[in-house]
């Protein structure tokens, strides 16, 4: 595996063979014994280049995860202070991971500079192990029950509007009144088209609510709201700001939305890297001590 990395990473058997100080008849050998035992071609090879199959592509993807988590593992058997090194690959949502992520993992990285992080954002619940990413960060639903999920914080759900709106279609009173609203739909918000609310009783009261905008995005529905344009329900991590200026009024504070938890979720303890797990510890203690994301003053 160190051989087949070496030559994708030079684009070279030759120079693969310098820098393993082996001959180049060595490093062929050994790709060659490689995709013997996993019986499919991992390199096309020319006499100009050399270039993955989509099968070695794959296949390299893994190796240099497991070859840094190799590395990791002797460091921290040859020193109980190993320095944590290696990639880390992280999804989370866009908005939370522009507003929260991406400050903690310069944080993290100014503690510990020989890790790096690879990260996507995306608001699909992408799938992990398939797409091999070490780490997600989790606004809500977990996903696979075979996912591990370390709770993080939490953040309250708010129905929100501006100033302007209201003044010129009045207050709701009540989750009724939003019928008769222009409320935003949100695409990862189930089942779409009804939000819910729980009274001081703790009754639930389900209202069907229909719109002028739909999206993807909360922070899309957040400044839309901010300008007057119709009612957004958002967690207070999105529209906290809005709401401390001015822009935006939390509405129905007599009934409570639902809140949602904050999960690092990854696929197995048993396979969680050393640089994982020291990022998610991390990332629990500056959460806990952050301003709380439940209420009004949530940034």
């Known amino acids: 595996m160190r051989v087949f990395s070496q030559v994708v990473e030079s684009g070279s058997f030759v120079v693969a063979s310098h820098r393993l100080d082996l001959s180049p008849t060595a490093v062929s050998r050994h790709v060659a014994e490689l995709e013997a035992h996993l019986q499919t071609r991992l390199l096309q090879r020319t006499t100009r280049r050399v270039s993955l199959t989509e099968s070695g592509r794959r296949f390299h993807e893994r190796c240099a995860q497991i070859l840094a988590e190799l590395d990791e593992a002797e460091q921290e058997a040859a020193s109980a202070a190993a320095t944590p090194r290696g990639t880390i690959r992280l999804t989370t949502s866009i908005n939370f991971g522009v507003r929260h992520v991406a400050p903690a993992i310069a944080a993290f990285l100014a503690l510990h500079p020989k890790v790096k992080f690879d990260v996507s954002l995306s608001d699909r619940l992408v799938d992990l192990v398939e797409e091999g990413f070490d780490l997600a960060i989790r606004i809500g639903a977990v996903g696979s029950e075979h996912l591990v999920a370390r709770k993080l914080g939490e953040t309250r759900i708010v129905p929100c509007a501006s100033p302007q709106y209201l003044a010129r279609h009045g207050v709701p009173k009540t989750p009724q009144d939003l019928a008769r609203h222009n409320c935003f739909t949100y695409e990862y918000l189930t089942p779409r088209g009804e939000w819910t609310f729980r009274d001081a009783h703790g009754r639930e009261h389900t209202v069907r609510i229909a719109g002028n905008i739909h999206s993807n995005n909360g922070d899309l529905l957040a400044e839309a709201a901010a300008?007057?344009?119709?009612?957004?329900?958002?967690?207070?991590?999105?529209?906290?700001?809005?709401?401390?200026?001015?822009?935006?009024?939390?509405?129905?504070?007599?009934?409570?939305?639902?809140?949602?938890?904050?999960?690092?979720?990854?696929?197995?303890?048993?396979?969680?890297?050393?640089?994982?797990?020291?990022?998610?510890?991390?990332?629990l203690q500056r959460f806990t001590d952050s301003p709380d994301w439940s209420g009004p003053n949530a940034a």
């Open 227 to 283: 300008r007057d344009a119709g009612i957004a329900i958002e967690p207070m991590f999105i529209v906290g700001p809005d709401v401390r200026a001015g822009r935006l009024v939390p509405l129905l504070q007599d009934y409570a939305a639902p809140s949602s938890a904050i999960y690092a979720v990854y696929p197995s303890r048993r396979h969680l890297s050393a640089k994982v797990r020291l990022f998610v510890e991390f990332l």
